[in-house]
C-alpha cells in the first residue's frame, strides 16, 4: 500500500519510494522476472501524478542498474494523463 498525500511535508517522497523499492526486491526474492506496478497512491490517495511518476521512475531505473534479475517492468497507466506524466518521467 503506498502513502496517502497529506501535502508532502509528511516523508510521502520517501514512503513512495520505498514502496516500489520493496516491490521489486520481493519480485526478485521471489524469483519473478516481470512486474507490473499501477501509478501507486495517485488515486484515492490523491499523491500528485507527476511527482509520483518521477519517482517511481527513479526507483526502478536505479533498482535496475544494480539488479539485473528483472527482465520486463511495466508501467499500467489507467489514463492518458497519467500515461503522459510517466512518459516525461522518463525523458
Same mark, same amino acid.
Given at each position: #500500500?503506498? =502513502? ?9 517522497d520517501e514512503l513512495l !519510494?520505498?514502496? %516500489?523499492r520493496s516491490s521489486l +526486491?520481493? &519480485?526478485?526474492?521471489?524469483?519473478? /522476472?516481470?512486474? !507490473?506496478? =499501477? ?5 484515492? %490517495?490523491?499523491? =500528485?501524478?507527476?511527482? !509520483? &511518476?518521477?519517482? &517511481?521512475? /527513479?526507483?526502478? %531505473?536505479?533498482?535496475?542498474? +544494480? ?13 492518458? #494523463?497519467? +500515461?503522459? &506524466?510517466?512518459?516525461? !518521467?522518463?525523458?
Open positions: #500500500m503506498g =502513502p496517502i498525500w497529506r501535502g508532502g511535508d509528511n516523508n510521502e !519510494a520505498s514502496c %516500489y +526486491q520481493l &519480485a526478485v526474492d521471489n524469483g519473478l /522476472k516481470t512486474i !507490473a506496478f =499501477p501509478s501507486i497512491s495517485t488515486g484515492a %490517495y490523491k499523491f =500528485p501524478i507527476k511527482r !509520483a &511518476a518521477k519517482i &517511481a521512475i /527513479k526507483e526502478i %531505473y536505479d533498482f535496475l542498474c +544494480q539488479n539485473d534479475s528483472l527482465t520486463q517492468v511495466i508501467m499500467v497507466c489507467f489514463d492518458e #494523463m497519467t +500515461q503522459k &506524466a510517466y512518459e516525461e !518521467a522518463l525523458e
